[in-house]
């Protein structure tokens, strides 16, 4: 199994700054015959379900803002808020979709600071 | 734009199974495949099992074979998780969620049904 692991677990930000999130995958999951990285990140408000935000590592989903971008290659992403709102207070989960199981990391929670 | 509704809240005794469905609405599965997940709570998300519409054949995460089982009924695009042999540690809410396959690997999900709450107390 192809195991992600999210850091940090939780983290505060004042409204207006950046906040990143890693993810890490035990083993690659660039697609080598189409050069894709299979990783997506999902955003969960409370009570609601998951919303997929970026897919393909850095693809943003149609009516995601801006300020979310996906980077990162291989084994290792990131999922940069650039200037964060206060409807961005969350958890944030990362899913590698390169083979079955596709696993999701524990999730990182985001507040204001 | 296709939602996803799933079934209502379910309570049930250790031992018994639970049936949860979710109804593609405004589109289909067809071309796509059905993820289901649970989240305990507190918790985070964990992946069950999943089908891709068109192989027609689920995968099930290691740790729910042979109690759990997905279905799809295509000309009501509707797909259903039957989970077995209930315990205290599936109370959970559970979601399914439409999955994106590009004919490798596994899939994302987009979009997700709102969760069907299920509570196994004696």
């Known amino acids: 199994d192809i195991v992600v692991t999210q850091s940090p677990d939780s983290l505060a930000v004042s409204l207006g700054e950046r906040a990143t999130i890693n993810c890490k995958s035990s083993q690659s999951v660039l697609y080598s015959s189409n050069n894709k990285n299979y990783l997506a990140w999902y955003q969960q408000k409370p009570g609601q379900p998951p919303k997929l935000l970026i897919y393909?590592?850095?693809t943003r989903e149609s009516g995601v803002p801006d300020r979310f971008s996906g980077s990162g290659s291989g084994t290792d992403f990131t999922l940069t808020i650039s200037s964060l709102q206060a409807e961005d207070v969350a958890v944030y989960y990362c899913q590698q979709y390169y083979s079955t199981p596709p696993l999701f990391g524990g999730g990182t929670k985001v507040e204001i600071k | 734009q296709v939602q996803l509704v799933q079934s209502g809240p379910e309570v049930k005794k250790p031992g018994s199974s639970v049936k949860v469905s979710c109804k593609a609405s405004g589109g289909t599965f067809n071309t796509y495949a059905v993820s289901w997940v649970r989240q305990a709570p507190g918790q985070g998300l964990e992946w069950m099992g999943g089908m891709i519409a068109i192989f027609g054949t689920p995968n099930y995460a290691q740790k729910f074979q042979g109690r759990l089982t997905i279905t799809m009924d295509e000309p009501t695009s509707t797909a259903y998780m039957e989970l077995s042999s209930l315990r205290s540690e599936d109370t959970a809410v559970y979601y399914c969620?439409?999955?994106?396959?590009?004919?490798?690997?596994?899939?994302?999900?987009?979009?997700w049904g709102q969760g069907t709450l299920v509570t196994v107390s004696s």
């Open positions: 969620a439409r999955g994106h396959y590009y004919g490798s690997g596994s899939y994302f999900n987009d979009p």
């Open positions: 393909w590592a850095s």
